[in-house]
């Protein structure tokens, strides 16, 4: 797998914690922690995630 997948399959994975955490209705402390760590992960290969919320 080439950067290019790699950055669109990261980008999928957080759009989809993402669209859970949307329809989340109390706290689920797994979640958070996986969004977190999504969020790093597309830092490191220069994804700007703050426009999606």
């Given amino acids: 797998m080439n950067l290019e ?3 669109a399959v990261a980008i999928d994975r957080f759009v989809d914690l ?3 955490k949307a329809c989340e209705t109390g706290e689920n402390k797994e979640l958070d922690y996986q969004i977190r760590i ?3 992960k597309l ?3 220069g994804i700007d995630y703050s426009e999606v919320k």
Wanted: zero cysteines; hydrophobic letters at 40%.
């Fill in 5 to 7: 997948e790699q950055k």
């Fill in 18 to 20: 993402m669209r859970i």
């Fill in 38 to 40: 999504a969020k790093v």
């Fill in 43 to 45: 830092s490191s290969v």
